[in-house]
């Protein structure tokens, strides 16, 4: 019999530094029931892939061992049950891991097209992003028009994102950055300010900024110290979502203003979530954002773009943090 169909993947050699990622060839994936085979032209690297790949974010059961949480490419195979998309058709998609491939099976639910006008690199940077600031700022948060968001972590590629995406939606946007450079990018994609944590204390600015008012929702991949400085400038019924904590997830925090004020504390994760969860994303953002995709008015920022076999390159990159937008990976398909 031939050998099965094969491909080159970036496995987690073992767990450590960017150095461990290692280009490996596997067998190509079949779709399953309801799943279709992408031809992977680019995947999105985002900061769970570098927490996977020391030992700390295990993907779900049944996922690939292989990093990688968004594609972007072509539909190359069909499982049974697939209804809308045909071969040959443009992807971009969610995946709970594997997206580090020339080839990646993903729920057909979990796939959007790719939006008119964004290349394919582009589409790449859409899915972990979007969904997560869907989910979280726009479900959890239930951000509204005219009301104050506050994102941290404003340069990268969650942070960019949030900006667009709640500034085409008629929000106010404040962001937090760690340079002058980085807040600049931030206002420029539409954030009303954005300040310096460096050499600003940000609640004393945005009390400032809003006479008073506070953030009506706070998007928060932080935490430690940042958790009780969020109840601090939190707005009365205002909504602080929390999605990663990169100063530790623990702290000392007094609860009198959250029942003072009547806050919300919540957060979420994404990748863990039902198909069925993720496709209910997929729909909201294919109506309420796809629009603002495709007229240009939101579009990815894209830092970076590296080799498939360089994945161990841009995950050094994501690490030192002076990156501004997204890190793509291409496979040259």
Known sequence: MPDAPTMTAIAI?????????????????????????VKV????????????????????????????????????????ATRRYKLGDKVCALVPG??????????????????AGLSIEEAACIPETFFT??????????????EVLLVHGGSSGIGTTAIMMATALGARVFATAGSDDKCRACEALGAEACINYRNT???KAIQEATDGHGADVILDMVGGDYIARNIKVAAKD??????????GSKAEVDFLPVMLKRLTLTGSTLRIRPVAEKAKIAAALEKHIWPHLASGANRPQIHARFPLAEAAKAHALMESSTHIGKIVLTTGA
Do not use: H, M
């Open 41 to 80: 032209e680019a995947a999105g690297v985002n900061r769970p892939d570098v927490l996977q790949r020391k030992g700390g974010y295990a993907p779900p059961p049944g996922a690939p061992d292989t990093p990688g949480l968004e594609i972007a490419g072509t539909v190359a195979a069909l499982g049974k």
């Open 98 to 115: 594997g997206g580090y491939a020339e080839y990646c099976t993903v729920a057909e639910a979990n796939a959007l097209p790719v939006p």
């Open 201 to 203: 204390d940000f609640v």
């Open 133 to 146: 600031v869907w989910t979280n700022v726009f479900e959890r948060g239930a951000l509204k028009a005219g």
């Open 238 to 247: 205002g909504r602080i979502v929390s999605i990663a904590f990169l100063n």
């Open 13 to 37: 050699t073992e767990f450590g530094p960017p150095e461990v990622l290692k280009p490996v060839t596997l067998a190509r994936p079949l779709p399953g029931e309801g799943e279709i085979l």
